[in-house]
């Protein structure tokens, strides 16, 4: 058996090697459709990955309380009155587990210095801000307590705030108009870059909270509490005591809903990882699709080398060869056919995936369980679709196969 199945391959190599250029271009679809398999889920690992890198970042232990309910329908979600700072002091004081607690607000505004001027987001928090959201300074300082207090106008910038105003200037001690309030800059933080969806991490501006509420804003809200977990306690308990808390402080009744809702990023890391999965299980059963039409094409042409070969196939038959060693024959010359190409397709899909991690700054995340599945996927794909023209070639009456012309 072992000497028939050897016999076999050297005979399907050699026919093969016989038509080199027609054999390539039959395992062309193979090579295609194994590339674009592994392709697909290795970009879409990496870019898992750095999603969930990217969120993790702003700290597996982060909760972001904000006031109203969950975003429902299109996105809309129902509003409630805002947060105030006494009430992120609260937490900070009350509840046990807590690394640090940062209340914060946003909007949009326009800086300006000498004839540069660039639109940014201004953030009103405190010092715990760059804790909890793992923000480093590249220059100058944080805030002092005495401008935390009295919300003095004072202000440190992004790095994409920076290099629009001050370019290669040195931007510590000078001074910066927001919303026609003079501001000095007294720190810069280092740079993050783009976030996965495109958004600018470097682009806003952070001053002390009561500054922002009484010069940029008018009013004493709190759109955001930041609250970061010490390593070591149950997130899910302190969830718990904070939401028990709000309730008490924002009285309200046991039979009615909150009127606010914590994020906690480990969920959202979750969603996202699974979302891409999703996205790549989906990608990847697309590019599958064209190892399916590859395999169509090996059937046609090894039905046309059946045809070609009958006469061959004759001679085989007459002097002693079993249908099932013209079976074999055949049905290994599409399995070489599709191994080939499934090889081809790993070292083509190797060197554009690394090209498309690179462009699309994302990690190189190689499975070799998808490698594994692609290549015995596409042996699969020539045994299934050669096995007919195999079938018709055994199934030859010797004596009709000689008289071929």
Sequence with gaps: MIFMIWNSVILAIREIRRNLLRSSLTSLGVVIGVSAVITMVTVGNGATKKVKEEVESLGSNLLIIRPGQRPRHFGVRETAKAFRLRDAEAIKREVYGIEAVAPASSVGTQAIYGNSNWSTAVTGSINDFLEVRDWKLEMGRRFLPGEESSGQAVCILGHTVYEKLFGDEYPIGKRIRLKKI?????????????????????????????????????????????????????????????????????????????????????????????????????????????????????????????????????????????????????????????SFGGMVGIGVAIIVSVFLCNSLLVPFVLDAKIIMFSFVFSIMVGAIFGFFPARKAANMNPIEALRHE
């Design 182 to 338: 003079s501001f000095r800059v007294i720190g810069v933080l280092k740079k993050k870059g783009q976030s996965s969806f495109g958004a600018d991490r470097d682009d806003f501006i952070l001053i002390p909270i009561k500054a922002f509420q009484r010069r940029i804003v008018g009013n004493t809200n709190v759109t955001n509490i930041y609250v970061s977990v010490k390593q070591g306690y149950s997130i899910d308990s302190v969830i718990q005591d904070i939401k028990l808390l709000l309730r008490e402080r924002r009285h309200i009744r046991a039979d009615q809903e909150d009127d606010f809702y914590i994020l906690d990023m480990r969920e959202i890391v979750n969603v996202l990882s699974s979302t891409t999965k999703v996205l790549t299980s989906f990608l990847a059963a697309i590019a599958a699709v064209s190892l399916i039409v590859g395999g169509i094409g090996i059937m046609n042409i090894m039905l046309v080398s059946v045809t070609e070969r009958t006469k061959e196939i004759g001679i085989r038959m007459a002097i002693g060869a079993l249908q099932r060693d013209v079976l074999f024959q055949f049905l290994i010359e599409s399995i070489i056919l599709s």
